[in-house]
């Protein structure tokens, strides 16, 4: 275990982690083993000439309250937790990075820097979500799905895709850079989403195409969750 001595930890819950720079934990969070917090981004990991530098040298992460940060997890500096965000085990979350109350990310999952979620999101395991995209509260995330940022790899130019409120992206699917996905819209599973998709709208395929609209995937929806009843 390693805590910097400018570290604000008001949680007792803290296994054998290394908490680097002014980084705070917030009441009754927990943080497992092996993970770190406040980890130095590229530049600031060239001035290092001794390991105790990393310390210094950390703008440190602020975690809120009542988090569980499972192991292997890696929280880059200059990043924030609210409260009550879950995190699986081997997540990478990189600096900037900025997550709503409630959240849960899932195992093995990668936020590559300077992204923005909301509130009360549901990011299944192994989700690759690039620089610069926007999720918007209440977001359902499946498992494997892959945002990009580069409609021309290798590119000079990033373009964030942006999901809206109550929207749900199914798993295996594609979102290309630059696309909106509209509030309460649904992306099937194994989609490839090349342009923006309306709000409150069920999209499928590769290309992405409107199927129906939200209304009858609500009563497919009922309908499925009934059966299981029976």
Not at 135 to 143: L, Q
Not at 196 to 225: C, F, H, M, W
């Amino acid at each position: 275990m390693y805590i910097s001595r400018r570290a604000n930890i008001r949680t007792t819950l803290v296994g054998d982690a290394v908490i680097l720079g002014p980084s705070s934990v917030g009441e009754g969070s927990i943080i497992d083993r092996n993970v770190i917090i406040g980890y130095p981004i590229r530049s600031t990991l060239k001035k290092i000439g001794k390991m105790d530098d990393m310390d210094e040298l950390s703008s440190g992460s602020l975690i809120g309250r009542n988090c569980v940060i499972r192991s292997g997890t890696v929280i880059y500096e200059s990043s924030t937790l609210a409260d009550d965000v879950e995190t699986g085990h081997n997540v990478l979350i990189r600096e900037k990075t900025v997550i709503g109350s409630g959240t849960r990310i899932g195992t093995a999952t990668v936020i590559d820097g300077t992204v923005k979620i909301g509130s009360k999101v549901s990011i299944q395991s192994m989700v690759y979500i690039p620089i610069g995209s926007i999720i918007g509260n209440n977001v359902f995330i499946g498992p494997n799905v892959v945002i990009t940022n580069d409609r021309y790899p290798p590119s000079k130019r990033l373009d964030g895709v942006i999901i809206e409120d109550n929207a749900a992206i199914g798993a295996n699917s594609t979102l290309i850079a630059g696309i909106r996905v509209g509030s309460g819209s649904m992306v099937a599973a194994g989609s490839v989403v090349t342009k923006d998709v309306p709000p409150n709208v069920v999209v499928a395929g590769s290309p992405a195409r409107v199927i129906y609209d939200r209304s009858t995937y609500l009563e497919k929806q009922r309908k499925y969750e009934a059966e299981s009843k029976e």
